[in-house]
Antibody, heavy 124, light 107 residues
């Protein structure tokens, strides 16, 4: 069965960066796109970007351009999302979530399987 | 950017009730509209994609409809496990935005 298991909660100071991991199992790792979505208390759910595990190409929401980097390690079947220049507004739960469409097609930009979420707290 | 607006923001209902949640897009998105359920402390769960297609494993008490700018999610007979928060999301254009959520509570 498809499983996405994320790394544990993180606390960072303003200006720092954080990296969240997402270990995928139960399906062909390079067969499906992966997205990152965050959920902040006052801002609801927010799409951050997508990575194609075949080749590693990415597309980010304009809001996060220059601050976010999404990568993958195919040998470890793990995805990573790094967010820099953190502020208190980045305090949120970060989810990795799979696109149901194969990487042989264009992504669908909706989300069928989700990780359990990683709480990132930014506080001085 | 496309704005997604849900109504109501909260709703009280009883087991067995029929409930409808509405989602409106700020511009036409054809049928690129998806619905998710989120229980407290859990990740969202996909219920309906492409406006009206039921995700595998989702009970047939859930249904979606609409196209263009106006969409609805209907639960035909509420079950105890359906009390949760529901989000719509557009997959029409970047950035792929969500509604603010509708919290379904026990009356």
């Amino acid at each position: 069965q498809v499983q996405l298991v994320q790394s544990g909660a993180e606390v960072r100071k303003p200006g720092a960066s954080v990296r969240v991991s997402c270990k995928a199992s139960g399906y062909a790792f390079t067969g499906y796109y992966m997205h990152w979505v965050r959920q902040a208390p006052r801002q609801g759910l927010e799409w951050m970007g997508i990575i194609n595990p075949t080749g590693g190409s990415t597309s980010y929401a304009q809001k996060f351009h220059g601050r976010v980097t999404m990568t993958r390690d195919t040998s470890a079947t793990t995805f990573y999302m790094e967010l820099g220049s953190l502020t208190s507004e980045d305090t949120a739960i970060y989810y990795c979530t799979r696109d149901p469409r194969s990487t042989k097609q264009l992504a669908s930009y909706y989300f069928d399987f989700w990780g359990q979420g990683t709480l990132v707290t930014v506080s001085s | 950017d496309i704005q997604m607006t849900q109504s109501p923001s909260s709703l009280s209902a009883s087991v067995g009730d029929r409930v409808t949640i509405t989602c409106r897009a700020s511009q036409s998105i054809s049928t690129y509209l998806n619905w998710y359920q989120q229980r407290p402390g859990k990740a969202p769960k996909l219920l309906v994609y492409a406006a009206s297609s039921l995700q595998s494993g989702v009970p047939s008490t859930f249904s979606g409809s609409g196209s263009g700018t106006d969409f609805t999610l209907t639960i035909s007979s509420l079950q105890p496990e359906d009390f949760a928060t529901y989000f719509c999301q557009q997959s029409y254009s970047h950035p792929y935005s969500f509604g603010q959520g509708t919290k379904l509570e026990v009356k």
